[in-house]
């Protein structure tokens, strides 16, 4: 069974930084891709991206190039989502999951609040 924490998560004025992290039992790093979503008040879940299990290459969607970046430790089998030049449209609960990009996300924590304040 894989569990995942994610921590980081708080209140930030706009322009700030964070950094969040998922911290995973089992062996999750190398074994599943692993993703960061975020879900705002009334809109549906969204990735915000990922990193691949194989090559650790990580994607962004186009809204936070630029601003984020994932990265992961293996050793400490925690990935990192380094949030910078945060806007309030960033504000919403951030997940961690662990699965298949593409296809089945298996696995999720129980997400971090990231409130964005302009």
């Known amino acids: 069974q894989v569990q995942l924490v994610e921590s980081g998560g708080g209140l930030v004025q706009a322009g700030g930084s964070l950094r969040l992290s998922c911290a995973a039992s089992g062996r999750t790093s190398n074994y599943y891709d692993m993703g960061w979503f975020r879900q705002a008040p009334g809109k549906e879940r969204e990735l915000v991206g990922s990193i691949s299990r194989t090559e650790g290459s990580a994607r962004l969607v186009d809204s936070v190039k630029g601003r984020f970046t994932i990265s992961k430790d293996n050793g400490k089998n925690t990935v990192y989502l380094q949030m910078n030049a945060l806007k309030p449209e960033d504000t919403a609960v951030y997940y961690c999951?662990?699965?298949?990009?593409?296809?089945?996300?298996?696995?999720w924590g129980q997400g971090t609040q990231v409130t964005i304040s302009s």
């Open positions: 999951a662990a699965g298949l990009l593409g296809g089945t996300w298996y696995y």
